[in-house]
């Protein structure tokens, strides 16, 4: 065939065709997206500073950068709550792809919180001993040499700092925002990819025990990218059941409420086994994410070697993201299907708090310890999401805050406990701290206490609210045993208060650091969140009723 004839037939072709309408451009809501937009701003700017600010300037410049833009993003979220985005005007913003609501602005008020805290512990740099006359922080001197090399020790020697682990946390923070409140299952992908990356990169880069922290980032990272790989792989399947990856359709397709079916998609669509797989591979990316039980193995080993600022902050804000994007995607996608979702999240829940509670009496490490009592603690929160009612969506938000105060503060404390090679993580080494530092060590008190759910702590508020919602939405016997690893949860928590208070200081025991105003803000705030919640919280449990409704 000619290659005119060829022509004629793509020219007949398109004029036989319909006219080719013009491609709309995106419409996008910079206003109600400007909380997520100014931090992944200022990580942009972050990564410029260190292209071209001098090496001695970089960490006044990255400190000043990151704080700014996270208190600028706060009162962004704050403005938006105050115009009524959180209630009335909630909505779809950015072509579907992120839901501006309740939830997904108090979450993100949340992650901002403790994203600012999280800056001010990795910011601290009074807390080991100057190393040839220049002040160190928690993180490696240079991430790029080999643990104990001549180019590791002429870093330290020359006074090099990591300055890149702050646009490194915007750039998780960023992720973070966007992952409770994307309203299609791409979005919620990209999220988690952008908010994981970061972090598995900041636990690899500990200035002492570099070896276990590099160990920790390998097995976070491993473990994530199979988590990851199963939430992809759900998104696929769901997308083969919908033929949509946006969470309305999808739960239209669920409920059998749709209208319009694309006839190449008609073949696939309502497949229930799609479904249902489908369903199952995304909730066990979350879950591994929220560090339940039997998707935990990596939530010790990285708390441990991750450097104690960036495990301070995953342990809050990672688990309020992913509870976030795990209430939206079985409230507002997968409403239809409770009956098939509830067994299985009760026997999650009831392994999680009592695997979580067992498990941690056997340790010996205090920071394995917290690690145990998080897993614990996302058990007693999914006692909240089964309640599936608006009191266990508000519940919810309400520990979630309150347990993201406790755990940055309780980490910036265990900063504090010194030897001469760092931290002093073994629970034998905090015998008799109550004598030595009397204040740090009723600090840490308060913490536990608050982990332990002890009255006019948030702790038992947000215990009493998850519980009260779980018992009304028909899971009686879940709060039953919340309730029984509540109480071996209090044992090692009173444990280690004891260890403290009532036990003889050793000669060579540890010291507690002097830290800077950066810290000793982190812990005081802290506290203060954790008594005032205990207290007074009614004020709080509103404000998350109030925003605990999600846009369809």
Not at 91 to 108: E, N, T, Y
Not at 469 to 489: F, H, P, Q, R, T
Request: aromatic share 10%; net charge neutral; with cysteine.
């Amino acid at each position: 065939m000619s290659a005119s004839a060829v022509h004629s037939l793509w020219t007949t072709a398109a004029t036989a065709a319909e006219p080719i309408s013009k491609i709309d451009a995106p419409k996008i809501e910079y206003g109600q997206l400007s909380p997520t937009l100014i931090v992944i701003g200022a990580a942009v700017i972050g990564v410029l500073v260190e292209a071209f600010v001098p090496r001695k300037s970089r960490y006044y410049a990255q400190v000043f950068v990151a704080v700014v833009a996270l208190a600028a993003a706060f009162a962004a979220v704050i403005a938006l709550a105050a115009g009524g985005y959180g209630t009335t005007k909630a909505h779809i913003a950015a072509m579907g792809a992120i839901a501006v609501d309740g939830p997904s602005l108090f979450l993100q008020g949340t992650i901002l919180l403790a994203g600012i805290l999280g800056v001010f512990t990795f910011a601290e740099r009074r807390l080991d001993p100057e190393a040839h006359g220049n002040r160190v922080d928690s993180f490696a001197a240079q991430a790029a040499s080999v643990p104990g090399s001549d180019s590791e020790k002429a870093a330290v020697k020359a006074g090099f700092t990591t300055t890149e682990v702050f646009p490194l946390l915007l750039f998780a923070i960023s992720g973070m925002l966007v992952f409770p409140s994307a309203n299609d299952l791409l979005t919620l992908f990209i999220a988690l990819e952008v908010f994981s990356l970061p972090l598995y990169l900041l636990c690899a880069v500990a200035r002492r025990k570099r070896l276990m922290s590099q160990e920790a980032a390998v097995k976070y990272f491993l473990l994530g990218a199979f988590a990851s790989a199963f939430t992809l792989f759900g998104i696929a399947l769901l997308y083969g059941y919908a033929g949509s990856v946006s969470y309305a359709t999808i739960a239209h397709v669920v409920d059998g409420t749709i209208t319009n079916v694309d006839p190449a998609l008609a073949g696939t669509m309502g497949n229930d086994v799609l479904l249902l797989i489908g369903m199952a591979l995304i909730v066990m990316g979350l879950l591994f994410k929220v560090g339940a039980v039997p998707f935990h193995m990596w939530t010790p080993d990285v708390y441990q070697g991750a450097p104690t600022p960036v495990t301070g902050f995953m342990a809050a804000a990672t688990k309020v993201a992913a509870f976030g994007a795990l209430l939206r995607l079985l409230y507002v996608v997968l409403p239809g299907l409770r009956w098939d979702w509830r067994p299985v999240m009760w026997a999650v829940a009831i392994v999680t708090m009592l695997g979580g509670a067992i498990v941690a009496i056997t340790q010996t490490d205090i920071k394995r310890l917290l690690a145990y009592s998080s897993i614990a603690h996302a058990g007693f929160i999914l006692a909240g999401v089964i309640a599936t009612s608006p009191d266990g969506v508000s519940s919810v938000l309400f520990y979630l805050a309150a347990y993201s105060f406790v755990t940055i503060g309780a980490f910036a404390v265990v900063t504090l406990v010194r030897d001469a090679g760092g931290e002093a993580t073994h629970l034998s080494k905090w015998a008799g701290l109550g004598r030595r530092s009397p204040l740090v060590a009723a600090v840490f008190a308060v913490f536990l206490l608050a982990f332990a759910g002890i009255p006019l702590t948030s702790g038992f508020a947000g215990k009493f609210a998850v519980f009260k919602a779980a018992a009304e939405g028909g899971a009686g016997a879940l709060v039953v045993v919340g309730v029984i690893s509540s109480a071996i949860a209090a044992f090692f928590y009173i444990r280690v208060i004891v260890l403290m208070f009532f036990s003889e200081p050793k000669p060579e025991g540890p010291t507690v650091a002097v830290p800077s105003p950066l810290t000793t803000t982190a812990i005081a705030v802290g506290v203060a969140v954790t008594l005032v919640l205990g207290v007074a919280p009614q004020y709080f449990l509103n404000l998350a009723s109030q925003a605990g409704v999600f846009v369809r």
